[in-house]
């Protein structure tokens, strides 16, 4: 018999606001001024926090970390769709989103600068999930909390974070796979930056989207321009909806690009053109967000001097807080590792005090 086609897919793309900070009209959110304002203040505070540990890393006064700098449209509008209940489940570069579910500015620092400490959230009920730095896991982690509210009966949303990289990890097709068997109500989003180390988005996936990818489990999929805040908003407001009221997992590809390393032990320049960065700062969100609100009136020179002096300082009072002197055991990841106690652990536990007295012990 002859073939027949069963079944066709589509891929749909939304942009509302553009490089130049020209707005679709018809697509735009009603953020309303107060809204709009604070979430490019969110923006602005995370951009800072962001460039102020770049220069602490390369004093040598921190460890080394991601920079989130060029993708912070992505989580910051989307943390503020959640509600406190709601799960928000993180790779490694959501520093905004993070910022915005209430997260202290202390947090990052302390745990880029190996502190168990930048764990401990001051609140226990912020259900924000720890960085994920084993690429993908945290996609399956995201599908059972997702489910867990599915079966207790409650409207709680799991939103989960990943990179381009991270979609050809095994974890998250399972994590994807399970979400949409259950309908569990979970939202994924990929920030497709491009570029998974130094591997480029052409070499990741012969794909011709990322969002495609969840086609094959059966769930609505879209691709967004993700240095596009608006366009986050409309499509993660829609995803976010759906699953708390029963319509199960959605795939989001918000496609931005990695503005500087992949961490500050990456070099970029070894696998990135000049011409291809400049461009790609050309469209960067806090810039198109500004033109934005200040054709709108909502915003100006006076209320952008204002805002950096505003976020300058609280970045400095987090890093004076950071560096002050504090009594905390230099042993404390040992006990974090796995709920009971394990014999290699013990053992690593043993050799890192012994090493600790000998130091000690020679000054």
């Not at 002859?2 to 942009?15: G, T």
């Not at 602005?44 to 006064?61: I, P, V, W």
Request: aromatic fraction near 8%.
């Amino acid at each position: 018999m002859p073939k027949k086609p069963i079944a066709k897919f589509s891929v749909p793309y939304l942009q509302i606001l553009d490089e130049h900070g020209k707005v679709d009209a018809k697509l735009e959110p009603d953020l309303g001024q107060e809204r709009a304002v604070e979430m490019y203040r969110w923006m602005r505070l995370a951009r800072e926090l962001d460039e102020r540990m770049l220069k602490l890393q390369r004093q040598g006064r921190l460890g080394t970390f991601p920079p989130c700098t060029g993708q912070e449209a992505v989580s910051v509008p989307t943390a503020m769709l959640m509600r406190p209940g709601d799960w928000f489940v993180g790779a490694f570069r959501e520093l905004g989103g993070r910022l915005v579910r209430g997260e202290p500015l202390t947090a990052t620092l302390d745990y880029y600068n190996g502190w168990e400490e930048g764990n401990v959230l001051p609140d226990k009920d912020l259900r924000i999930l720890p960085t994920s730095v084993v690429i993908g896991c945290q996609i399956e982690h995201a599908a059972g909390l997702a489910y867990a509210s599915r079966y207790k009966g409650t409207d709680e949303v799991a939103v989960a974070f990943i990179g381009d990289g991270g979609t050809s990890e095994g974890g998250f097709h399972e994590g994807l796979n399970f979400a949409a068997v259950w309908q569990a109500p979970m939202v994924t989003i990929c920030q497709n930056n491009q570029w998974a180390i130094s591997i480029p988005r052409a070499e990741q996936t012969h794909s011709e989207t990322l969002a495609q990818k969840g086609i094959a489990y059966g769930m609505p999929v879209l691709q967004i321009d993700g240095n596009d805040p608006l366009a986050v908003w409309v499509a993660v407001e829609e995803a976010i909806g759906r699953a708390r009221t029963g319509g199960g997992p959605t795939f989001i590809e918000a496609v931005t690009y990695r503005l500087l390393m992949h961490t500050t032990a990456d070099d970029p320049k070894k696998y990135r053109t000049p011409e291809d960065e400049k461009c790609a700062w050309d469209k960067e969100p806090l810039l198109r967000t500004r033109k934005w609100l200040t054709g709108k009136g909502w915003w100006d020179d006076a209320a952008e001097e204002a805002l950096l002096a505003e976020v300058k300082a609280r970045v400095e009072a987090a890093v004076k807080e950071f560096e002050a002197p504090k009594d905390r055991a230099q042993d404390e990841p040992f006990r974090h590792v796995y709920g009971t106690r394990h014999a290699v652990i013990d053992e690593q536990h043993r050799d890192f005090l012994a090493n600790i007295a000998r130091e000690a012990e020679h000054g």
